[in-house]
């Protein structure tokens, strides 16, 4: 590190300061942290690696050239958008349950769910770990056997869109997410991925309450620049205008300065 073997264990390292190299090679800083929407489809698994041999995530993104992490999972049926980055402050500060994202998904269920599912849905159900919290639901249509919903969740239990509607008698039969936070699927299509745009990645450090990466999000806009001239004072009230410096000095002597009023005399008994 810098020119010197390193035998100490524990010895910190910057790589944005130090230069370190391994058997002469010196080894690349690495650049700023990366985060990509994904459409992840059905069938593929929300980790690096799957001991069934099942596809994951990590193959899908495998183009990104460093190793992304899902934040949260959708399970292997669902499909949906996924955030996956290498920030693990942000990703951390997302998930935390005071955050609150808006998780949006469409969901198809079996059967016709009445109003009172429907109201059930929106005030919140009891689960076996607890009950949930207030949701947004909305009917995007009916068929003959099926009911398409919009179901918006505010917590980012495992399987908790599935599980409130079978708590209601409505098993799910698909279900994709739409949106998460600030950040929306858009018509990105199943298996393809993209970078967050400056603008997307700094409405999710502000989602996250964490402050905007320099260089990064929306330009702040140009600062007005400060007037310098001098300002005359203002004078206060009751007191006489002022008098130029030039005219008190150019007046006779005796003379009253101009612009003072003179003082009355009392008459002579």
């Known amino acids: ?25 010196r080894i690349p800083a690495p650049g700023p942290p ?5 459409h992840k489809p059905r069938g593929v698994v929300s980790t690096l690696a799957d001991p069934e041999g099942r596809p994951t995530v990590a193959a899908l993104v495998a183009g990104a050239g460093r190793r992304l992490y899902p934040v949260g999972r959708l399970d292997v049926s669902s499909s949906g958008l996924l955030l996956l980055t290498d920030d693990g402050a942000l990703a951390a500060s997302l998930l935390h349950p005071r955050r609150a994202l808006a998780r949006v998904y469409r969901v198809k269920v079996r059967g016709a769910p009445p109003e009172d ?9 009891r689960l076996e770990d607890g009950k949930t919290a207030p949701a947004r639901v909305r009917v995007l249509g009916r068929l003959p056997t099926k009911t398409w919903l919009e179901v918006t ?11 409130m509607c079978e708590a209601v008698g409505h098993q799910v039969d698909k279900l994709a997410r739409l949106r998460l936070g600030p950040i929306a699927l858009g018509t990105l299509p199943p298996g393809a991925w993209r970078d967050v745009t400056p603008r997307e990645l700094a409405a999710l450090r502000a989602a996250a309450g964490l402050r905007p990466r320099a260089g990064g999000g929306a330009p702040a806009p140009p600062r007005r620049a400060r007037d310098t001239r001098p300002r005359r004072p203002r004078p ?7 008098v130029a410096a030039h005219a008190e000095a150019s007046a006779p002597p005796g003379a009253r300065p101009p612009g003072r009023c003179p003082r009355p005399r009392r008459p002579r008994p």
């Open 1 to 25: 590190m810098n020119g010197a073997v390193v035998r100490a264990l524990g010895t910190r390292a910057d790589p944005a300061r130090d230069t370190i190299a391994l058997d002469g090679e």
């Open 236 to 242: 206060r009230p009751g007191s006489p205008p002022p």
């Open 117 to 125: 599912a429907i109201t059930r849905l929106r005030r919140g159900v």
């Open 34 to 38: 990366r985060t990509v929407v994904l």
């Open 153 to 163: 969740v505010f917590e980012g239990r495992t399987h908790l869109v599935r599980r």
